[in-house]
């Protein structure tokens, strides 16, 4: 199972995006914690997985994560690798 946190205390939505959900076609939507901390968990299968947040409407990069591709918009996908 794989845990995605996203910190945005202020967000009122906070939406979980990549290649395993066919980008923007099937956003998951990632529930808001006590502490501010947008969380989900997933199982996701072996091999290399690319992500974005969408927060507000606004994609954003995960500041944890330290393997980014670049991508097509001039910005950067974060790499999440399942074993």
Not at 33 to 48: C, M, Q, R, T
Request: glycine share 8%; hydrophobic share 35%.
């Amino acid at each position: 199972m794989q845990t995605f946190r996203y910190g945005a205390p202020e967000a009122t939505s906070v939406m979980l995006v990549g290649d395993f959900t066919e980008w923007q076609q099937n956003a998951l939507v990632m529930d808001k914690e006590p502490d501010g901390v947008w969380s989900i968990n997933l199982k996701l299968p072996p091999g290399k997985h690319s992500y974005l947040f969408i927060v507000d409407g606004k994609w954003c990069e995960d500041p944890e994560c330290t393997v980014r591709v670049p991508n097509p918009f001039g910005g950067h996908d974060m790499v999440r690798e399942v074993s």
